[in-house]
């Protein structure tokens, strides 16, 4: 299921950037274990990310909290967020913020990463002295 779920997001990431919109923010721990697992596998991930956005897409560590900015985006494509959007690394539910999901349509959530277009190497090249 995490891997279903990262290959939508996968997804949704690549339509916001060829929109010019924001990158989406990883929420869920569940998932994000699963992409962090396939990452130790170059190829593999190459390929799923290919499959699933069309092009490589980086791995960025971008910390934050707030509203996460894709859900509309998710729904429209996929309808409701399951529960393993809200579900941590050990296999718990975090209960109370999927109910306000499920009333409000919306998420409130931290997050310490996103995709980036490319292969997510974003270091500037050293000029020469």
């Known amino acids: 299921m995490e ?11 690549a339509r916001l950037f060829d929109t010019g919109q924001a990158a989406p923010q990883m929420f869920s721990t569940a998932i994000d274990v699963a992409w962090h697992r396939l ?4 190829e593999a991930y190459t390929a799923f ?9 980086g791995h960025s560590p971008v910390r934050g909290q707030g509203f996460i900015s894709w ?9 409701p967020l399951p529960q393993i959007w809200f ?3 050990d296999g718990t539910v975090d209960t109370k913020a999927l109910a306000r999901y499920r009333q409000t349509g ?12 490319g292969d997510g190497d974003v270091v500037p090249e050293k000029t020469p002295a």
Do not use: M, N, Q
Request: with cysteine; charged share 25%; aromatic share 12%.
């Open 39 to 42: 990452l130790e596998d170059p």
């Open 3 to 13: 891997l279903v779920e990262l290959g939508r997001f996968f997804t949704i990431a």
């Open 71 to 79: 859900v509309t985006a998710y729904k429209e494509a996929y309808g």
């Open 87 to 89: 579900t941590g690394a």
């Open 106 to 117: 919306r998420v409130w959530a931290e997050w310490d990463c996103s995709p980036v277009p």
């Open 49 to 57: 990310t290919t499959r699933h956005a069309g092009r490589c897409l």
